[in-house]
C-alpha cells in the first residue's frame, strides 16, 4: 500500500481517542486518523466519503460504549452497508461481556481488542495493528468480504 493507512476511530472518551493516536503516530508507515464521537457521525462521515467518491477507511476501530446508538447497533448499521461492510472492523472496547464479543463477531467484527489500562498496553495495541495493516491481514479480509463473505 502506497500513502498512509486511513483509520475511523468510533470513540466518546477524548483521552482514550489521543492514546490512541499518540500510539500510532509511533514508527513507520504514517497512519490518518479521523475521530468521531458517535455512531451517526460515524454513519455521515463514510455517507459523505462514499458520495464523494473517496476512499474509505482502511480500518475502521469502534468502541461500544457509545452516547446515543450502542455500538453493536453501529457496527450492525455499518456492516449491513454493501459498500461500507468490507471494511474491516475492530472493536476496541472496556466491555468484558463475552455475550457482547460473541455479538460483535457474529456480526462481521475482524477482532475485539479490551481497551488498553496503561501505556506499554496502548504501544502492543498499535504495534499489533500497524503489523496486521502491513501484512495485509486486513487487506484479506476486505477482499473476502468484498467477494460476499459477511464472517471474519
Known sequence: MTGPFRLLLIEDNPGDADLVREAL???????EITVVERVGDALT????RTMAGEPLPDLIIHDLNLPGVHGIQGIRMIKEDPLWRVVPLLVLSSSEVESERAVCRELGAAAFWSKPRVWEEYEAFAAHLRHSLQSGQFLIMRLAWGAGSTQS
Open 25 to 31: 503516530a509511533i514508527g513507520d508507515p504514517p497512519v
Open 45 to 48: 462521515w463514510l455517507d459523505d
